[in-house]
């Protein structure tokens, strides 16, 4: 059974750098059948996609418009997990933060998820 | 982008009766190449990620109960859930894995009436 762990601080101050870490048991960072997505969810932005990483010979990264020049996905192979960083947070960053996994060989939807972390910026 | 609405944004519905949920995309999420719907229904409950209903708009996932159902083809989609039970009060959530950035509906809060 794959699951998700999510770590990582709950308050970041405006102008900093959001950093949150999903460990992956039960499944590889680096299966090649395998992508690890961030998503957040908002009262005012509902569920949001933010990116992925995944391995198909090589790594590569997707990223939403709306973050893709502040965000970056890492995978760390030597730990089984993956991370989020986003840059310059802003009030409107405030959500709760999932990581989750889809499969290339079917379709993909996000399945399993972590259990969420809250992260609010705030001074 | 693709854009996911819902409707009802809440329904209130009594136990053992139906609550239908629906979902609209603002371009055919029908891929050619398999003949697939690439729609995604979840549930979230309080505190907790959503959880994987369906998928391919259709197919249950495993140990989901079979008086959940998807139906719907193109842009138009359809959660059915017979016979509500207690635990079914949720937000269940559409999404569309047609193309990135995949994206979700709004949500529809379900309540018993």
């Known amino acids: 059974q794959v699951q998700l762990q999510q770590s990582g601080p709950g308050l970041v101050k405006p102008s900093q750098t959001l950093s949150l870490t999903c460990a992956i048991s039960?499944?590889?960072?680096?299966?090649?059948?395998?992508?690890w997505n961030w998503i957040r969810q908002s009262p005012s932005r509902g569920l949001e996609w933010l990116g992925r990483t995944y391995y198909r010979s090589k790594w590569y990264n997707d990223y939403a418009v709306s973050v893709k020049s502040r965000i970056t996905i890492n995978p760390d192979t030597s730990k089984n997990q993956f991370s989020l960083q986003l840059n310059s947070v802003t009030p409107e960053d405030t959500a709760v933060y999932y990581c989750a996994r889809h499969l290339w060989a079917g379709g993909n939807w996000f399945d399993p998820w972590g259990q969420g972390t809250l992260v609010t910026v705030s001074s | 982008d693709i854009v996911m609405t819902q409707s009802p944004d809440s329904l209130a519905v009594s136990l053992g009766e139906r609550a239908t949920i629906n979902c609209k995309s603002s371009?055919?999420?029908?891929?050619?190449?398999?003949?697939?719907?690439?729609l995604s229904w979840y549930q979230q409950k309080p505190g907790q990620p959503p959880k994987l209903l369906i998928y391919?708009?259709?197919t249950r996932e495993s140990g989901v109960p079979d008086r959940f159902s998807g139906s719907g083809s193109g842009t138009d989609f359809t959660l059915t859930i017979n016979s509500l039970q207690a635990e079914d009060v949720a937000v269940y959530y559409c999404q569309q894995y047609y193309s990135t950035p995949y994206t979700f509906g709004q949500g529809t809060k379900l309540e018993i009436k």
């Open positions: 391919w708009a259709s």
């Open positions: 371009q055919s999420i029908l891929y050619n190449s398999n003949n697939k719907n690439h």
């Open positions: 039960g499944d590889s960072v680096s299966r090649n059948s395998a992508a």
